[in-house]
């Protein structure tokens, strides 16, 4: 970074630093396709997670009362997890968010059967050249692809999350730009 020069608009860097640079922008990548999209996952259950929890807390009620309003904060995570009422389903999703996310982030279960496999299914790699035609999956595609046999999941149990990663600006090389 300290030989780095901006000359023009472009970032000019010593040639010696090529593959250097090209791993800062592969290891951007990467953490996208494995740490920035499970934060979309557990925000989906937390959104469950206070949706279940409205009939206990009267969550919705808030909305409308600026002076109970501002008291929805984090804190609510805390008070759905630590409610007396052991059935509560909200109860148990939060539980497993802070059970499964914490054994996922000081490493345990990496190998597909911890944490994440109840929230990440499946991602696949399109080839450069079949892009342009590649359908995005919906969750209907879920739904029809699925065997007959056992717990079957509804349309609202899936979300399909169509995302492109690359090193930057799509098929562009981040270093020949």
């Given amino acids: ?8 608009d472009e970032i000019c860097y010593p040639a010696k630093d090529y593959l250097t640079v090209y ?14 999209k499970h934060r979309k996952a557990v925000e989906l259950m937390v959104a469950d997670a206070l949706v279940e929890a409205n009939s206990y807390l009267e969550i919705s009620s808030c909305i409308q009362d600026p002076s109970e309003y501002w008291k929805l904060d984090d804190t609510i995570i805390k008070t759905i997890e630590t409610a007396p009422d052991q059935e509560l389903k909200a109860k148990n999703l939060i539980q ?5 996310f914490i054994r996922y982030f000081l490493g345990w279960g990496l190998g597909g059967n911890g944490a994440m496999g109840l929230l990440f299914c499946n991602e696949y790699a399109v080839p450069k050249d079949k892009l342009e035609h590649f359908k995005n999956v919906t969750s209907q595609d879920v739904i029809c692809s699925q065997k007959s046999s056992g717990m079957m999941l509804k349309e609202d149990d899936i979300v399909v999350s169509n995302v492109k990663i690359a090193l930057t600006r799509g098929t562009l090389n981040p270093l020949e730009q």
């Fill in 1 to 8: 970074m300290e030989q780095m020069r901006v000359l023009g």
């Fill in 23 to 36: 791993k800062l922008f592969s290891a951007r990548a990467d953490l996208y396709r494995t740490v920035y």
């Fill in 96 to 100: 497993r968010i802070r059970r499964d």
